[in-house]
Nanobody
Protein backbone atom coordinates (compact mmCIF):
# COMPACT_ATOMS: atom_id res chain seq x y z
CA UNK A 1 0.00 0.00 0.00
CA UNK A 2 1.16 3.52 -0.84
CA UNK A 3 0.05 6.56 1.13
CA UNK A 4 -0.04 9.99 -0.47
CA UNK A 5 -0.12 13.35 1.31
CA UNK A 6 -0.76 16.50 -0.71
CA UNK A 7 -0.03 20.08 0.24
CA UNK A 8 0.25 23.50 -1.34
CA UNK A 9 -3.28 24.39 -2.38
CA UNK A 10 -4.91 27.70 -1.63
CA UNK A 11 -6.43 30.86 -3.01
CA UNK A 12 -4.57 32.76 -5.70
CA UNK A 13 -5.43 35.58 -8.09
CA UNK A 14 -5.65 35.00 -11.85
CA UNK A 15 -2.17 35.03 -13.34
CA UNK A 16 -0.63 33.86 -10.10
CA UNK A 17 1.31 30.71 -9.24
CA UNK A 18 1.09 27.81 -6.83
CA UNK A 19 3.16 24.70 -6.25
CA UNK A 20 1.54 21.48 -5.11
CA UNK A 21 3.49 18.72 -3.41
CA UNK A 22 2.67 15.04 -3.04
CA UNK A 23 4.74 12.94 -0.65
CA UNK A 24 4.51 9.18 -1.08
CA UNK A 25 5.28 6.57 1.55
CA UNK A 26 4.91 2.84 1.84
CA UNK A 27 5.80 -0.02 -0.47
CA UNK A 28 6.63 1.60 -3.79
CA UNK A 29 7.57 -0.30 -6.92
CA UNK A 30 10.47 0.68 -9.12
CA UNK A 31 8.09 1.10 -12.08
CA UNK A 32 5.17 3.47 -11.53
CA UNK A 33 3.32 6.52 -12.75
CA UNK A 34 2.46 9.41 -10.46
CA UNK A 35 0.10 12.10 -11.53
CA UNK A 36 -2.14 14.98 -10.61
CA UNK A 37 -5.84 14.95 -11.36
CA UNK A 38 -8.44 17.60 -10.66
CA UNK A 39 -12.15 17.72 -10.19
CA UNK A 40 -14.22 20.87 -10.44
CA UNK A 41 -17.78 21.07 -9.06
CA UNK A 42 -20.20 19.24 -11.36
CA UNK A 43 -17.42 17.90 -13.57
CA UNK A 44 -15.61 14.60 -13.91
CA UNK A 45 -12.14 14.08 -12.53
CA UNK A 46 -9.54 14.72 -15.22
CA UNK A 47 -5.84 14.13 -15.64
CA UNK A 48 -3.74 17.27 -15.32
CA UNK A 49 -0.21 15.90 -15.56
CA UNK A 50 1.69 12.69 -14.95
CA UNK A 51 5.28 11.49 -14.74
CA UNK A 52 6.56 7.96 -14.98
CA UNK A 53 9.39 6.40 -13.02
CA UNK A 54 11.38 6.70 -16.25
CA UNK A 55 10.82 10.44 -16.35
CA UNK A 56 8.28 10.59 -19.17
CA UNK A 57 5.73 13.35 -18.67
CA UNK A 58 2.23 13.86 -19.98
CA UNK A 59 0.03 16.97 -19.75
CA UNK A 60 -3.55 17.88 -20.45
CA UNK A 61 -3.80 20.27 -23.39
CA UNK A 62 -5.42 22.88 -21.15
CA UNK A 63 -2.32 23.20 -18.94
CA UNK A 64 0.52 22.73 -21.43
CA UNK A 65 2.99 25.57 -21.20
CA UNK A 66 1.64 26.69 -17.82
CA UNK A 67 2.05 23.69 -15.51
CA UNK A 68 5.17 21.60 -14.89
CA UNK A 69 5.28 18.24 -13.13
CA UNK A 70 8.53 17.12 -11.53
CA UNK A 71 9.74 14.55 -9.05
CA UNK A 72 12.35 14.16 -6.34
CA UNK A 73 13.13 10.47 -6.17
CA UNK A 74 15.16 10.81 -2.97
CA UNK A 75 12.13 12.29 -1.21
CA UNK A 76 9.50 10.20 -3.01
CA UNK A 77 7.77 13.47 -3.78
CA UNK A 78 6.08 14.78 -6.90
CA UNK A 79 5.46 18.46 -7.51
CA UNK A 80 3.10 20.39 -9.73
CA UNK A 81 4.23 23.94 -10.48
CA UNK A 82 1.25 25.91 -11.71
CA UNK A 83 1.84 29.27 -13.38
CA UNK A 84 -0.46 31.72 -15.14
CA UNK A 85 -3.40 30.31 -13.26
CA UNK A 86 -6.89 30.89 -14.61
CA UNK A 87 -10.29 30.79 -12.89
CA UNK A 88 -11.04 27.60 -14.82
CA UNK A 89 -8.15 25.91 -12.99
CA UNK A 90 -10.23 26.06 -9.81
CA UNK A 91 -10.75 22.51 -8.55
CA UNK A 92 -9.76 19.96 -5.97
CA UNK A 93 -6.43 18.53 -7.02
CA UNK A 94 -5.65 14.89 -6.26
CA UNK A 95 -2.35 13.06 -6.33
CA UNK A 96 -2.31 9.53 -7.76
CA UNK A 97 0.17 6.68 -7.64
CA UNK A 98 -0.28 3.78 -10.03
CA UNK A 99 1.71 0.59 -10.43
CA UNK A 100 1.08 -3.13 -10.85
CA UNK A 101 -1.95 -3.92 -8.72
CA UNK A 102 -1.82 -0.56 -6.94
CA UNK A 103 -3.91 2.56 -7.50
CA UNK A 104 -3.62 5.02 -4.59
CA UNK A 105 -5.11 8.49 -4.17
CA UNK A 106 -4.40 11.38 -1.87
CA UNK A 107 -7.06 13.24 0.06
CA UNK A 108 -7.09 16.20 -2.31
CA UNK A 109 -6.16 19.85 -1.96
CA UNK A 110 -8.31 22.79 -2.98
CA UNK A 111 -7.01 25.29 -5.53
CA UNK A 112 -9.12 28.40 -6.03
CA UNK A 113 -8.25 31.01 -8.64
CA UNK A 114 -10.24 34.16 -8.08
CA UNK A 115 -9.85 37.91 -7.80
Amino acid sequence: QVQLVESGGGLVQPGGSLRLSCAASGSMFSSYVMGWYRQAPGKQRELVAAVSSGGITNYADSVKGRFTISRDNAKNTVYLQMNSLKPEDTAVYYCNYRSVGVDSWGQGTQVTVSS
